[in-house]
């Protein structure tokens, strides 16, 4: 029933056999499979390092532990993790008298029910796989983090459902931490679910062979996520050019229009350090490389920008057109995705088209070669991964395979290969530290230096709230570089003074998030300038700062200026990023977890250890409540405390405090002394 192989600790009944072993520091990796060998695959995984298994073996079961963390099994198999100190973390879900052997006078325990509910189940999928139960007890006073990008408010996930499946704005990055001391990697890639429930925690998986998870326990959220890096990898170093400010719009149209929009940032001596051509500058989906006849002069164009001190962001989308130069061959060697029935068309925007199947390593190389003969010759060194999640017409998950299976049962893994491609295209070139901007991610993005964008949202204040909760619940993912487009996507008139109202305050936000990045589709549209080629697609109004009158425009000169100040406090936070996972943008709980008010505060959060930013995200709102977390020794000295940036007001902290915000002000707070401090408030 029980054995132990190395560290590794076997559990076999039936026809299930479940690994529990050491992955890491104060982790354990967990599979359990009812096929006659375990998958081998390691998913999010890398190989581990450091840890070790301590297994023991009696008549009333069996125990695993690994530092800070112990598996409990039972006769029977059920599993209980605990900390150092004994306190359980998590435990399977099991209301069953089969787990118990009465003729051999095992007695049961308080789980014993006629319910007979597992807590692994496997249901068999005709002549397939297995549909997968994973449930686990549940604390109905638990607070839930991380789990990726849900266009909703909630913070803390506890009582929400989440589909874990890719789409336009939804990214599923399967990782969840707890304030109970623990942090679980669910790694599957399959569709599926997980309901955070007050009764149960069940983890759901549409199609699989395999239960895989990955488990951790750490005093602090810190320690946890600082595990969770080690075990999946952690972000490159962020090059200088990611710091400041980024320019984007639906969508440059021509090279000489992209220049003259760099040209003026550089005339009003604006700080500028990226612009961005979006899509369609290409003659057909799935022909990535320039259209000539309005962008005729690419290495002209990027040496010009290279002068200015601007780095060129090129839009690249994984969609073929079934007309384009490299279709069939595409088709020939294997390189586009399957459909399971009717034409092989998986969105019909400017054409019928299907994706690149990068979850094909062959596929990923001719992309790149692609990518390397005609953009990155030039000097380009940055990408706009576009489409990743990837987005279809209908999410018919059931109906696209791809090299590695079906999508139900590998789907979410799409983004991060298609972020592997690129990676390894450019550190092959030895280029150092890439960075690329994509539209969705998986557990592991990180790894490969992905730059994750909330898609395709609207332009509401409702809209800015929800991307307060994405954005802090995606670094308690363990994805540390995270944008939205300033204003939203979807609609926004700049001449509208309702909008621009909703502009600055996004505008504000943005300047506090890793990175600060202007984009949107603006009303109204441009005509198309031909019906052929690049021509074809439509460009959204006017985008940049000048545009949305004068005072909105001396507005955002102050905010881009003040990012160019925090530039040193940047770099610390990006460095800290990549040398631990820790995200520049977190909860105010992750860096004062003792506070229990610091876990209250859902629409707040801290921009590195030193700064509360507390954005504005209603309209007409001139003053909001500000929670400042409590500071250590401030009773035994009075300098201790949050200063006010507008005002210079000193505040202690462990209270809430009613912060004004003119529309000119984002309430920001900064911990009295640190460099910080000086950094924003020597330019106002």
């Known amino acids: 029933m029980f054995k132990q192989d190395g560290k590794r600790l076997i ?12 992955w890491g520091a104060d982790a354990l990796r967990v599979r359990a499979t009812r096929c006659p060998d375990m998958p081998s695959k390691d998913w999010a995984l890398l190989p581990p390092t450091g840890g070790r298994g301590e297994v023991e073996v009696s008549d009333d079961g069996a125990r695993i532990s690994n530092g800070r963390i112990t598996a409990e099994l039972t006769p029977s198999g059920m599993v209980t993790f605990k900390d150092s100190q004994g306190r359980v973390l998590l435990q399977e879900y099991v209301r069953s008298r089969e787990q118990y052997n009465f003729a051999a006078g095992e007695r049961p325990s308080g789980f014993a029910s006629a319910l007979n509910i597992e807590a692994r189940e496997f249901k068999p999928i005709l002549g397939a796989d297995y549909r997968l139960t994973m449930r686990f007890e549940s604390d109905p006073n638990e607070r839930i983090y991380g ?9 803390d996930l506890k009582g929400c459902e989440l589909e874990l499946a890719q789409r336009n704005s939804q990214a599923s990055v399967p990782f969840m931490v707890s304030n109970l001391g623990y942090g679980l990697l669910w790694n599957n890639p399959a569709v599926g679910r997980v309901c955070f429930g007050k009764n149960m925690t069940i983890w759901e998986a549409q199609s699989t062979q395999i239960l895989d998870y990955w488990i951790t326990a750490g005093e602090t959220p810190r320690q946890i996520l600082e595990r969770y890096g080690q075990a999946t990898g952690t972000a490159p170093q962020m090059p200088e050019y990611g710091l400041g400010f980024w320019q984007c719009k639906l969508r440059y149209q021509t090279q000489e229009e992209l220049l ?17 051509i979006d899509f369609f500058h290409w003659p057909m989906q799935g022909e990535w490389k320039f259209d000539p006849e309005y962008w005729p002069d690419p290495a002209a164009m990027v040496q010009e920008l290279k002068e200015m001190g601007i780095e060129l962001m090129v839009s690249i989308w994984p969609t073929v057109d079934h007309r384009s130069e490299n279709f069939e061959a595409m088709r020939e060697q294997g390189y586009l995705v399957r459909t399971e029935r009717g034409h092989r068309i998986a ?10 199947d990068v979850t094909n390593p062959d596929a990923r190389r001719y992309l790149w070669s692609k990518v390397k003969n005609n953009y990155y010759k030039y000097g380009i060194k940055m990408y706009w991964l576009d489409v990743a999640e990837p987005e279809y017409t209908y999410y018919d998950f059931d109906l696209y395979r791809y090299h590695l299976g079906p999508h139900v049962k590998i789907g979410n893994v799409f983004p991060l290969k298609y972020a592997q491609a690129f990676y390894e295209g450019m550190t092959a070139e ?41 954005g802090l619940n995606m670094g308690m993912a363990g994805i540390p570089w995270w944008t939205t487009d300033i204003g939203g996507f979807h609609g926004g008139d700049p001449e509208d003074p309702a909008f621009r109202e909703l502009f600055i305050r996004w505008f504000q936000y943005g300047t506090f998030c890793p990175v600060m990045r202007l984009h949107g589709d603006r009303e109204p549209h441009a005509e198309p300038l031909g019906t052929e080629g690049g021509g074809v697609c439509s460009s959204g109004a006017d985008n940049e700062v000048w545009s949305y009158g004068d ?26 990023a990549h040398e631990r996972g820790v995200p520049p943008m977190r909860p105010l709980f992750f860096d004062f977890p ?41 009773e035994e000295d009075g300098s201790c405390g949050w200063k006010d940036i507008w005002t210079g007001e000193m505040v202690s902290g462990g209270k809430t405090v009613m912060a004004k915000a003119p529309l000119e002000q984002i309430p920001l707070f900064a911990r009295a002394g640190t460099p910080v401090e000086s950094m924003l408030m020597s330019g106002l």
């Open 594 to 634: 003792q506070d229990d008010a610091a876990w209250e505060a859902e629409d707040q959060y801290m921009f590195g250890p030193d700064l509360v930013v507390a954005p504005i995200l209603e309209s007409g709102a001139e003053t909001r409540q500000v929670y400042l977390p409590y500071l250590a020794g401030q």
């Open 260 to 276: 003259q929009v760099a040209r003026e940032y550089k005339r009003r001596n604006l700080p500028i350090d990226v612009i961005v």
């Open 147 to 155: 789990m990726g990008q849900y266009q909703q408010p909630y913070l």
């Open 347 to 356: 969105m019909d925007f400017h054409g019928n088209t299907i994706h690149l």
């Open 11 to 22: 559990y076999r009944f039936d026809d299930e056999t479940v690994w529990i072993e050491p």
């Open 430 to 470: 030895c280029q150092k530290n890439p960075l690329n901007l994509v539209r969705c991610a998986w557990a592991g993005s990180q790894r490969y230096g992905a730059l994750i964008w909330s898609g395709d949202i609207h332009s509401s204040f409702r809209s800015l709230r929800n991307q307060v909760a994405a």
């Open 551 to 576: 005072r909105a425009y001396a507005i955002c000169v102050q905010y881009m200026n003040m990012r160019e100040r925090l530039r040193p406090y940047l770099r610390q936070l990006m460095t800290e």
